[in-house]
């Protein structure tokens, strides 16, 4: 099985800075690779997905780039709306593993 | 619009079983392939189980398989997993969501909560 993981697993940021969250896989995925956001008590919400493409909706401060096995989330101006847990997940194989997420605050 | 409809958490025993159902709306149910997701408290997301869209093909964590089963109903336009021979740390909110074009997930339903405790 592919592994995930993300760096880092807690950030305190600012409104208004610029956050970066790293994901790394134990193999090359290529580019599928998929971003979700999920705030308390809510469902995950898809961000963007093969590893740079932004879903529908999804304000266009939020960012991802990478391809291989590295890869990087970027949110551009930090919102108080954007306090969540951010996990990757690799599609190239199954299972669909996940990142172990990383939670950001404010 | 896509609508998920997860139902029949709720606390078991270590050792019993429950069924849990997912109501699918808003797309064509069955062409899409579907999974089951979970995150136990203070844990990330585990994929649990897929179904395919296209043949009858399932999938299982490793840490579900032989005690899990994941079926569908597409007259019903429903999903389920049947667990059975549950365990603590199968406790977690399971989630129902909908594969995306690119085996991602673009919908997902609200979660139904299931707590394994004597």
């Known amino acids: 099985d592919i592994q995930m993981t993300q760096s880092p697993s807690t950030l305190s940021a600012s409104v208004g800075d610029r956050v970066i969250i790293t994901c790394r896989a134990s193999?090359?995925?290529?580019?599928?690779l998929a971003w979700y956001q999920q705030k308390p008590g809510k469902a995950p919400k898809k961000l963007i997905y093969?590893?740079?493409s932004i879903e529908v909706g999804v304000p266009p401060r939020f960012r991802g780039s990478g391809s291989g096995t590295e890869f990087t989330l970027t949110i551009d101006g930090l919102q108080p709306d954007d306090v969540a847990t951010y996990f990757c997940q690799q599609f190239y194989s199954y299972p669909g593993n996940f990142g172990p997420g990383t939670k950001v605050e404010i | 619009e896509v609508h998920l409809l997860e139902s029949g958490g709720g606390l078991v025993k270590p050792g019993g079983s429950l069924r849990l159902s997912c109501a699918a709306s808003g797309f064509t149910f069955k062409t899409s392939a579907m999974s089951w997701v979970r995150r136990a408290p203070g844990k990330g997301l585990e994929w649990v189980s897929a179904f395919s869209g296209s043949s009858p093909r399932t999938y299982y964590a490793d840490s579900v398989k032989g005690r899990f089963t994941i079926s569908r109903d597409d007259s019903q336009n429903t999903l389920y997993l049947h667990m059975s021979n549950l365990r603590a740390d199968d406790s977690a909110t399971y989630y129902c969501a909908k594969e995306g074009n690119y085996g991602d997930f673009d919908f997902w339903g609200q979660g139904t909560l299931v707590t394994v405790s004597s």
């Open positions: 093969k590893a740079s």
């Open positions: 193999q090359t995925i290529s580019n599928w």
